[in-house]
């Protein structure tokens, strides 16, 4: 379904819209699972505007297991540069559900480490002690550097594989951990 939005996206009526809601109004975008997969199909994440992709721009792929995964995981704010993760600071732990088939972050090498620098890799996978993981079931994936979300260059545009808003109070009342990214609020307070 990624590769579906981002085909629609790359109308030229709607690429047009994009650009101006992005450019000229100020506007956020999200994505969340197939919606991150999209936003990297259309180049929205990393570069921040829909382009054409290059062999060496990022991209999603099959997890390592060669199946759909659906569990609970353990994240870390890497960067708090985007409005979408204003209400965090660096280092929260948040325990958010996954739920894929294809959310393995790739990249090659010089890309990946360009992301870091500037800022653009917002949140990892972790293990118990916080650190960042190849090791299953923490990184459920086996997205490269851990990496669970990115963000476009001025933050504007945010991509993740975890499922914020599945989140409300009550819910995985036997999970252990802060599970509010408070992404949504971050969004909405943006406009105040």
């Not at 994009?18 to 570069?47: H, S, W």
Request: contains cysteine; negative net charge.
């Amino acid at each position: 379904s990624g590769k579906f939005i981002a085909t629609m996206f790359r109308n030229p009526r709607i690429k047009e819209a994009v650009t101006e809601f992005l450019n000229e109004r100020d506007g956020l975008m999200l994505g969340i699972c197939n919606g991150f997969q999209a936003l990297v199909k259309l180049g929205l994440l990393p570069y921040g505007e829909i382009r054409d992709l290059e062999t060496e721009s990022p991209t999603l792929t099959f997890n390592n297991i060669g199946r759909h995964v659906s569990q609970i995981v353990d994240t870390r704010i890497v960067s708090n540069k985007s409005p979408w993760l204003s209400e965090v600071e660096l280092g929260d732990i948040h325990a958010v559900a996954v739920s894929h088939g294809e959310g393995r972050f790739y990249a090659p090498e010089s890309v990946i480490k360009e992301l870091f620098k500037n800022g653009q890799v917002a949140t990892q996978y972790v293990d118990p002690q916080g650190v960042p993981t190849m090791e299953m079931p923490y990184n459920p994936n086996g997205s490269l550097y851990a990496i669970e979300g990115i963000t476009s260059p001025d933050g504007r545009v945010f991509g993740k594989m975890c499922h914020s808003e599945r989140f409300v109070d009550g819910l995985y009342r036997n999970i252990t951990g802060n599970k509010d990214q408070k992404i949504f609020v971050s969004g909405v307070n943006y406009f105040k």
